[in-house]
């Protein structure tokens, strides 16, 4: 009995320990940023995250352009993912819930998330860029390829699988009595979908969206390679732009000079601090909706 | 108990090996990418030669120079000059010693890959934004031969910090006072015009993409992948084609006892590439710090004069520039006044 208890106890303890190293790796990391990013928030003050310019031979950095791209190119990719993932979700836990074609289904989406990011970057580069360019032609910009909708909806597609597995797990636990009284009460499948299964595991699929978001604001090698790194603020997503992460891979290793390094670090700060942000909004966002439900 | 006390004899045996092993001398250096194939090939040679490994890992210009800053590494590689005001922050002094040379060229997409020839301030003009379209009449004045279409003239740069972007701008800013006010030198830009590509890749892989993009990689890269590259004008009015002989010649000029002040970009040698460059490997003058053993300065300093001579042997087949016989006598200089307690470790 003794012994039991015991084994118990370390049980416990280990675990414990886990979360605990989890919550001091986070505020570590925090802190760490914060320091290394002081001579960047002396010297560059609150216009770091007003002004729109961004030149290491004259010291000057500002944040702007690389918020605007990093939101940019995560919204414009979190709905067209939004869009592709809710059409897998429901096919895949409500229409084709086993079988073969159900395997092949969920394996290829799964694959999807095992893709290095540098694959995914070549067949933007190569695949997707050409095409853009087409669009680019044809409404009059200028033909690049590379552009932050290029990066989009490469991103898109890096983080469909993330939402589209949460989602038809969601959907799956939807409960079977539920269905069938909707059904029996005259509705048709694709309105029992839209009225009953969809509104039930809402709140989950949405923290699969959440998940993904994540994934979209951090994701690097993609999207320089596809994105133009062009470090102005346009406005215009068939232009080129550039993102926080991006940057921040681009630019760290050749960055001389005390002020330039800390300032990379000072946009790392504020991406942790955004993703910090979405992802607390997106919780009690996610809250009301259960209680809701 | 019976296992850990095999364990704990595991451990003690796995650190006295690693004890014995670091006995035997070993150099570690960081910093520039752009020659790294070449120290990777070198450093072989000289351990199958001499028995002496020489760790390398290129992490970029600025972490050689960030490494050597916090004394971490033996030695430091970096393609641009430490300027005097980012000197001041070292902990000592350093000597910069030049190992080999290397150009950037000009590269496009056009159609039919003509062999372009191009001046300085056509150059300037076309990265500044203010040449827009190929068939510009400057441009066609130089190439009456080639047939330039009207498409528009795409610029492509690169996106990380790097020692091909220095020597570029270096060079632009010197043959364009335009350049030199609105952008400026440096590893990273400001970019007026154009879309960036991350690497030589990145940039070869954007300007193999888009129909009238003009962009700039090292010789070597462009040589490797047979792209097309232009034909320069230099200061002395020279149309040069790039190559690693132009590139050995831009340094047949008067060399300063401190090599670091001999600038390749624009330069007077009649018959040099003016996109030219040195890389350079940084070490301190005193190289008794930190509990160092002298047989590792030694080391260090026979390494130096072995890359500075032997070694060039190594640069040619690799696409590397070898140093005209003039800088490897200032190279020299530099390496003898490398001391150990203020005695010269080489005489």
């Not at chain 2, 960036?196 to 954007?206: C, D, H, I, S, T």
């Not at chain 2, 193999?208 to 992948?225: D, F, H, R, S, T």
């Not at chain 2, 590792?296 to 060039?312: E, G, I, N, P, S």
Request: glycine share 8%; charged share 15%.
């Amino acid at each position: 009995m003794r012994s039991t208890r015991l084994s118990d106890r370390a049980f416990r303890t280990g675990l414990v320990l886990g979360g605990v190293v989890v919550s001091v790796l986070l505020i570590a990391i925090f802190l760490s940023l914060l320091l290394s990013s002081r001579p960047a928030l002396v010297k560059n003050g609150l216009r770091f995250l007003t002004g729109t310019e961004w030149n290491p031979v004259t010291d000057t950095f500002h944040a702007l352009p690389f918020v605007a791209g990093t939101l940019l190119t995560s919204f414009v990719a979190l709905i067209i993912a939004t869009i592709l993932s809710l059409a897998l979700s429901v096919l895949m836990g409500e229409y084709f819930k086993k079988g073969v074609f159900a395997n092949i289904m969920r394996t290829a989406v799964e694959l999807l998330a095992g893709i290095p990011s540098v694959v995914y970057g070549f067949i933007g580069l190569f695949f997707l860029a050409p095409l853009i360019r087409l669009l680019q032609e044809a409404v009059g910009a200028p033909p690049y390829g590379v552009s932050i909708l290029t990066a989009s909806i490469l991103l898109a597609f890096m983080i469909l699988p993330y939402s589209a597995s949460i989602g038809r797990e969601m959907i799956s636990l939807v409960p079977s009595d539920l269905k069938e009284a909707a059904l029996s009460l005259g509705a048709t499948p694709s309105e029992t979908v839209w009225k009953v299964t969809l509104p039930y595991a809402r709140s989950g699929i949405l923290g699969g969206i959440l998940l993904s978001l994540g994934r979209a604001m951090g994701e690097t090698m993609a999207v320089t390679m596809v994105i133009g790194n062009a470090n102005d603020l346009t406005p215009n997503i068939l232009g080129p732009g550039n993102t926080m992460a991006s940057l921040i891979a681009n630019e760290f290793s050749e960055a001389s000079g005390d002020v330039y390094l800390a300032s990379l670090i000072e946009i790392a700060l504020l991406l942790f601090i955004i993703s910090t942000l979405i992802n607390v909004v997106g919780k009690i966002i996610v809250n009301r909706m259960a209680q809701a439900s | 108990m019976k296992i850990s006390r095999i364990a704990v004899a595991a451990i003690i045996l796995t650190v006295a090996a690693g004890l014995g092993f670091s006995q035997s001398v070993q150099l570690v250096g960081a910093g520039a990418t752009f020659p790294a194939p070449f120290y990777t090939k070198v450093f072989d040679e000289y351990n199958k030669q001499f028995g002496v490994q020489v760790n390398f890992q290129a992490i970029g210009s600025g972490g050689g120079q960030t490494q050597l800053k916090g004394k971490t590494v033996d030695f430091g590689a970096s393609d641009v000059i430490v300027t005097d005001e980012v000197a001041k922050s070292f902990p000592a002094p350093f000597v910069s010693i030049p190992m080999v040379a290397g150009a950037a060229v000009i590269t496009y997409n056009l159609p039919g890959s003509p062999e372009l020839k191009l001046t300085p301030d056509i150059v300037a003009d076309m990265f500044l934004g203010t040449i827009k379209r190929w068939n510009d009449s400057r441009i066609a004045a130089l190439n009456p031969t080639v047939k330039l279409p009207n498409t528009a003239i795409t610029v492509v740069h690169r996106s990380d910090g790097s020692g091909t972007t220095a020597v570029f701008s270096d060079y632009l800013s010197k043959v364009s006072d335009n350049w030199k006010s609105k952008v400026g030198v440096g590893q990273s830009l400001s970019w007026p015009v154009g879309v960036g590509g991350k690497g030589n890749p990145g940039v070869a892989g954007l300007v193999k993409q888009l129909p009238g993009a003009v962009g700039y990689v090292e010789l070597i890269y462009a040589l490797q992948n047979s792209m097309p590259y232009a034909q320069l004008k230099n200061k002395s009015g020279n149309f040069v084609k790039p190559s690693l002989a132009s590139t050995t010649a831009a340094a047949n000029v008067t060399i300063p006892d401190d090599v670091t002040k001999v600038s390749l970009t624009d330069t007077e040698a009649a018959d040099g590439y003016p996109i030219s460059t040195f890389t350079w490997i940084l070490i301190y003058k005193e190289q008794s710090y930190d509990n160092k053993a002298q047989a590792k300065a030694d080391a260090m300093v026979k390494l130096l004069w072995w890359l500075t001579h032997d070694a060039q042997q190594y640069a040619q087949p690799l696409s590397y520039a070898t140093l005209p016989p003039a800088v490897v006598a200032k190279a020299e200089t530099l390496i003898k006044s490398i001391t150990f307690n203020g005695t010269p470790l080489m005489k």
